[in-house]
């Protein structure tokens, strides 16, 4: 109803959901269905986002936004073969400018 009523976004928070046992994601996809179906241009801001499942899920189901702790955003960039990376390349770069 507020996509109809002309809202520029809504916000359902699914973390939130979830702690009720309600599917926060499966609301990210209903809405998803109905704005494609009638051509709504109502943007979708994911909030109360929890995990990485959660950013993922979201970019997947077709969320527009979303709202995600610092703390969260920064293990996005944790991943052991990113971290092993970014060694050998400060090493190498040491190397060459010592």
């Known amino acids: 109803m507020a996509a109809k009523a002309g809202a520029t976004y809504v916000s359902p928070f699914i973390g939130r959901l979830d702690d009720i046992n309600e599917d926060g994601l499966g609301l990210i996809k209903s809405i998803r269905t109905i704005f494609n179906n009638y051509?709504?241009?109502t943007n979708i801001?994911?909030?109360s986002i929890?995990?990485?499942e959660h950013i993922n899920?979201?970019?997947e189901i077709g969320a527009d936004f979303a709202t995600i702790p610092y703390s969260l955003l920064n293990q996005l960039f944790d991943h052991p073969l990113t971290t092993k990376g970014l060694e050998i390349f400060?090493?190498?770069h040491a190397k060459l400018n010592p």
Do not use: P, T, V
């Open 50 to 52: 929890r995990s990485k």
């Open 39 to 41: 051509n709504l241009e």
């Open 57 to 59: 899920k979201c970019a």
């Open 45 to 47: 801001l994911a909030a």
């Open 90 to 92: 400060l090493s190498d």
